[in-house]
């Protein structure tokens, strides 16, 4: 039985990595349109930042994972 690597088994997924990779974009995008309209110190305003900070975090995770099963292939 052939053995499966981890970048065979995350090429399967791959059209998913790349829609959750352009969500968080397009995501990144609207807070960031939005962020001078949110008065600053408020609630809201430390909440934009926290999903500022995952989204990025996760875009670039994806975007990691498309490089390495991209170059593995």
């Known amino acids: 039985m052939p053995e499966t690597s981890l970048a ?3 090429r399967d997924y791959e059209t998913r990595m790349k829609f959750v990779f352009v969500i968080s974009l397009a995501s990144i995008a609207l807070l960031l349109v939005s962020l001078p309209s949110i ?3 408020t609630t809201t305003h430390a ?3 926290l999903q500022l900070t995952t989204f990025g975090g996760l875009a670039v995770v994806m975007l990691g994972l498309l490089l390495w099963t991209a170059r593995s292939g």
């Open 39 to 41: 008065e600053s110190g």
């Open 47 to 49: 909440l934009v930042y």
């Open 8 to 10: 065979d088994v995350l």
